[in-house]
C-alpha cells in the first residue's frame, strides 16, 4: 500500500529531471566538480555549452508560479480553504528549495 504523496519528494525529483534533462546525474556532477566517483581530481577541460546548467532562474520561479497558481485557483473556485492554506504554504516552501537548489547551481557554474 502506498502511503500520501511527499510533495518534497516531488520537487527533488521534478527539479532532478529538470536540471539533468535525462542525463546521467552522476556523470556530471563530476564533471562539474572535477572529482570523479573514487576522489580522483580530473584533468581541466571546459564543458560544452549544451551540458551547462543555463535555464536562467527567473524562468525556473515562473514555471513554480504558474503550477501553484493554478492549483491555487482551483482550490479557491471550490471553496476549500483548508487547501489554499496548504498550498501557500507548500508554494513557500518549493520556492526556497528551488532557490536553494539554484545558489548551488550557480556556485558550480561559477566553478
Same mark, same amino acid.
Given at each position: $500500500?502506498?502511503? *500520501?504523496?511527499?510533495?518534497?519528494?516531488?520537487? /527533488?525529483?521534478?527539479? !532532478? !529531471? /529538470?536540471?539533468?534533462?535525462?542525463?546521467?546525474?552522476?556523470? +556530471?556532477?563530476? #564533471? @562539474?566538480?572535477? @572529482?570523479?566517483?573514487?576522489?580522483? +581530481?580530473? *584533468?581541466?577541460? %571546459?564543458?560544452? *555549452?549544451?551540458?551547462?546548467?543555463?535555464? %536562467?532562474?527567473?524562468? @525556473?520561479?515562473?514555471?513554480?508560479?504558474? $503550477?501553484?497558481?493554478?492549483?491555487?485557483?482551483?482550490? !479557491?473556485?471550490?471553496?476549500? !480553504?483548508?487547501? $489554499?492554506?496548504? =498550498?501557500?504554504?507548500?508554494?513557500?516552501?518549493?520556492? =526556497?528549495? /528551488?532557490? +536553494? =537548489? =539554484?545558489?548551488? #547551481?550557480?556556485?558550480?557554474?561559477?566553478?
Amino acid at each position: $500500500m502506498t502511503g *500520501p504523496l511527499n510533495p518534497r519528494r516531488l520537487m /527533488f525529483g521534478a527539479a !532532478k !529531471k /529538470f536540471i539533468f534533462e535525462g542525463q546521467d546525474p552522476e556523470t +556530471i556532477l563530476e #564533471r @562539474i566538480s572535477g @572529482i570523479d566517483r573514487h576522489g580522483n +581530481i580530473l *584533468p581541466q577541460s %571546459p564543458l560544452p *555549452p549544451e551540458d551547462l546548467m543555463s535555464r %536562467p532562474r527567473d524562468r @525556473i520561479l515562473q514555471n513554480l508560479d504558474e $503550477m501553484y497558481s493554478e492549483a491555487f485557483q482551483r482550490a !479557491k473556485d471550490s471553496g476549500d !480553504k483548508s487547501q $489554499m492554506t496548504s =498550498l501557500d504554504f507548500a508554494y513557500r516552501r518549493e520556492q =526556497l528549495y /528551488f532557490e +536553494i =537548489l =539554484l545558489d548551488v #547551481r550557480d556556485a558550480l557554474e561559477r566553478r
